[in-house]
Nanobody
């Protein structure tokens, strides 16, 4: 069993930056691929970024490529650095874990989810 807790969300002006953190507890953290997803009001949840169990592979949605950076450390934390934020990045951001050593981008492959953290970007 894996528990995920996100933090770091908030209100920021367009062009600003935030760093989201996801703290993991439970089973061996290094056995899991990690991902970030987001859900805006009235929209479906969508993929944002993913990282492999080793941290050696990453993937990004086209909408955030070049602006967001996913990373992880050995202390059971996963991060999402978000730069050049836009109003359309406003959403609840969710951290997720998948039992895979390969990178995972499909939402249905993630078995563990956090409660989410709100990110609001004002214009």
């Amino acid at each position: 069993q894996v528990q995920l807790v996100e933090s770091g969300g908030g209100l920021v002006q367009a062009g600003g930056s935030l760093r989201l953190s996801c703290a993991t507890s439970g089973r061996a953290f290094t056995s899991y691929a990690m991902g970030w997803f987001r859900q805006a009001p009235g929209k479906a949840r969508e993929f944002v970024a993913a990282i492999s169990w080793s941290g050696g592979s990453t993937a990004y949605a086209d909408s955030v490529k070049g602006r967001f950076t996913i990373s992880r450390d050995n202390a059971k934390n996963t991060y999402l650095r978000m730069d050049s934020l836009k109003p359309e990045d406003t959403a609840v951001y969710y951290c997720a874990a998948a039992e895979s050593r390969s990178i995972v981008v499909r939402m249905y492959e993630y078995g563990y989810w956090g409660q989410g953290t709100q990110v609001t970007v004002s214009s």
